[in-house]
């Protein structure tokens, strides 16, 4: 008999940027997988969630009888259970670099996240955030373009091949996409292969035919 499939909950793709994470990590590579999608701030969020996720928050993913919930536990488990451990770089200093970030992504940058929220749909206009939001860009910048020159002859990605800290940024590349912020050369070398990314695509084109809008993240700007 066969296995039945993992499901993963998320919530809108263009504005659910912790699901994002694990859903691309799947996507990229080649897991087959279910997709629950509940559309955030609705009564059926609140009508579902409480049955799919302990902390009624996306993303939760459900294998089995187990139910793994928070972005960075969830690419963890995909790890172990369907990667070998192929999510993190082989080399020991690269993995440690990589969960560094990982781990920065997933705790820090509050400003960046609060006032440059993920929008797909938006495009660049004069909307401007405070120095709390920009010192956040400056060191997302700076990690990548470290990781960028320390992996420059392994691969496009943070270090080398796609990877979860890869997934881990990839809702950052959307922010910085939509708000317009200054890139150097690499930053935009880096962005544009996580944009090619078949996943990516994928995500970004339901992304913009997505009927909800939420109007905490639509306003700014
Ligand atoms: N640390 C969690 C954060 C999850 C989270 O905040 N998810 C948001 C959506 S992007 C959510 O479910 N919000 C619903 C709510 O708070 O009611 C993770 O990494 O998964």
Redesign the pocket.
Known sequence: MSEALATLVI?NKNY????LRPWLLMREFGIAFREEQLA?DTPGFAERIGTLSPT????ALHDGGLVVW???AICEYVNDRWLHGRGWPERVDSRALARSAAAEM?SGFAALRSQLPMNSRRTPDSYRWDAAAQADIDRVQQLWCELRKRHADEGEFLCGRFGIVDAMFAPVVIRFDGYGVQSDETCMQYMQAINALPGMREWRDAATREPEVIEGSEKRG
């Open positions: 919530g659910s940027s912790w699901s955030l009624r928050r996306v993303p928070d972005s960075l997933h």
